[in-house]
Structures are given as C-alpha cells and as structure tokens.
C-alpha cells in the first residue's frame, strides 16, 4: 500500500504548517498580476505536447524537504479557502504560489518570520478524467 504523507507529516511547527497553507490576501499587485497570467495561459499550456509538467491547479506534487529529505504530497487547489488537511494547498498560499510554474527537480522556497524552508519538487503529477 503506498503512503502518501501530507504536510501536516513534516517537522514543520504547527504555526509554520499554518502559515504554509494560509491564503495571504490581499496580494501584492505584482505577484497576483503573475498569478492570474500563470491561470490565463493554463490551457496553452496543456496543449503544447513534450514540454514538462508544470505545477498549476490540479496537479498533485511531491516535495521533498531539504536538507533531511523528509518527502510530502501536496495537491495544488485555485480555492483560497482549500481543504485545511494539509494534503490541499491553495495557490493563493505562500507555498502555493512559490510551487505555481515550477518542475520536477527545481527548488522551492518559502520564507516564514525568520526561517526560510527550501524543498525540491520530486514528482508532479495530474490526473484528468476523460469521460
């Protein structure tokens, strides 16, 4: 049976998981001009074949926190108010936004008060339904 840990799994304190998940808003102008461009150009995007994977709403992504390795699956949600569990991340989220465009193998980083948490993408994946 494969275990697919959540957030709330890493060493993380609980107010750093919070803070990981939190919708911020309102958001810089700048940074939701880069969010609604990233959304607007989502179907583009799909339709280009051979290009990477790329994490955007939908997509379900494995972190891998570094340096000690500790691995989480998190799924990307354009809800602002997404499933609090800690295995749904809103884009609108600080980790959210930092995982919007990013592929397997790039670093990520999100900084919270005065500690910065770095994680590597180690898988992404997207499950569409044709029905």
Avoid: N
Wanted: a positive charge; aromatic letters at 6%.
């Amino acid at each position: 049976m494969l275990h697919r840990s959540s957030l709330q799994d890493l060493p993380l304190s609980a107010i750093e998981r919070y803070l990981l998940r939190a919708s911020w808003l309102p958001l810089q102008p700048t940074r939701l001009a880069q969010i609604l461009r990233f959304l607007e150009d989502c179907p583009q995007r799909r339709a280009r074949a051979g290009k990477p994977l790329r994490a955007a709403p939908g997509c379900t992504v494995r972190l891998i926190a570094l340096p000690d390795g500790d691995a989480c699956w998190v799924t990307l949600s354009a809800d602002p108010k997404a499933d609090s569990s800690g295995s749904v991340i809103s884009i609108w989220s600080p980790l959210g936004q930092a995982l919007l465009g990013k592929t397997t193998g790039e670093q990520v980083q999100v900084k919270i008060f005065r500690r910065t948490l770095r994680f590597v993408i180690g898988d992404l994946l997207k499950v569409s339904q044709h029905g």
